[in-house]
């Protein structure tokens, strides 16, 4: 079975950092992007970071310079490193990855930014 594991979510105050890990399992390969939407309640789903599998990345611009988007392409894992955390990035997390079948999503984690 394919699937997306992801880890990392919590509560966090204002200022502070979290980093999101996702896990792609099963007989996956030929990924050519990873990366992350969230969905806050009432809004819809919005990409914040992806990674193409030679290595560039792309940032929505309310996360530029505070979050940094990596890869273990030997694990088939993306990272998101969350610095400077604002009470706005509280959403749920979803990564995706991209690969030879179509779409996969991972199961969303939950980010709640106190202030």
């Known amino acids: 079975q394919v699937q997306l594991v992801e880890s990392g979510g919590g509560l966090v105050q204002a200022g502070g950092s979290l980093r999101l890990s996702c896990a792609a399992s099963g007989s996956i390969f030929s990924i050519e992007f990873m990366g992350w939407y969230r969905q806050a309640p009432g809004k819809p789903r919005e990409l914040v970071a992806m990674?193409?599998?030679?290595?560039?990345?792309n940032y929505a611009n309310s996360v530029k310079g505070r979050f940094t988007i990596s890869g273990d392409s030997a694990k088939n894992t993306v990272y998101l490193q969350m610095n400077s955390l604002k009470p706005e990035d509280t959403s749920v997390y979803f990564c995706y990855a991209d690969w030879m079948v179509g779409r996969l999503w991972g199961q969303g984690t939950q980010v709640t930014v106190s202030s």
């Open positions: 990674l193409t599998s030679d290595g560039s990345t």
